[in-house]
T-cell receptor, first 111, second 116 residues
């Protein structure tokens, strides 16, 4: 599976936007970019995924660079409940459905 | 939304005993289920992939005789940690996919295993 690189940690203030970066310079043409997050002592939850175009859903937006070598998860207004570890994961749509988790980014939201 | 449950949510057992953890998809039939292990302050590590009615596929380095996986139905997979030792103490998490080609995986809340 292609590797992703994320900052170990980031901090944000409540009600401000948060931009979580992910580098995936070895991404292949059939790799989808997935984001999951894990709140403390819970299982991960799906956030968003995309292939080439930017994506929006009720939780977040995903901005994908034109060359697809990086992407950014955008939380438009961070809340205390968004404090979690965010994982950026590549998955080949034609390959196994398994997810390979990296270390992720621990997001701290300050009140 | 799709819900995955795990039972028990936590368990304490003595060294040398076996522990069974259940993973259920409550409102959908899961074509594939996955088992992960997570040590404190570390990321999730995939242990195995299981499909209903067939043998699980274990990741490299995971002992299949120690971590027995049974996927008897489209809504239930079990992980049995046999002859547990303190180093098996961890957070065990399962996930499920609703159908092939669907991107989203649904994760259970996890089971905290402590072996004394």
């Amino acid at each position: 599976d292609a590797k992703t690189t994320q900052p170990n940690s980031m901090e944000s203030n409540e009600e401000e936007p948060v931009h979580l970066p992910c580098n995936h310079s070895t991404i292949s043409g059939t790799d989808y970019i997935h984001w999951y997050r894990q709140l403390p002592s819970q299982g991960p939850e799906y956030v968003i995924h995309g292939l080439t175009s930017n994506v929006n859903n009720r939780m977040a937006s995903l901005a994908i660079a034109e060359d697809r070598k990086s992407s950014t998860l955008i939380l438009h207004r961070a809340t205390l409940r968004d404090a979690a570890v965010y994982y950026c994961i590549l998955r080949d749509v034609g390959g196994s459905e398994k997810l390979v988790f990296g270390k992720g980014t621990k997001l701290t939201v300050n009140p | 939304g799709a819900v995955v449950s795990q039972h028990p949510s936590w368990v304490i057992c003595k060294s040398g005993t076996s522990v069974k953890i259940e993973c259920r998809s409550l409102d959908f039939q899961a074509t594939t289920m996955f088992w992960y292990r997570q040590f404190p302050k570390q990321s999730l590590m995939l242990m195995a992939t299981s499909n209903e009615g067939s043998k699980a596929t274990y990741e490299q380095g995971v002992e299949k005789d120690k971590f027995l996986i049974n996927h008897a139905s489209l809504t239930l997979s079990t992980l049995t940690v046999t002859s547990a030792h303190p180093e098996d103490s961890s957070f065990y998490i399962c996930s499920a996919t609703r159908e092939q080609g669907v991107h989203e995986q649904y994760f259970g809340p996890g089971t905290r295993l402590t072996v004394t």
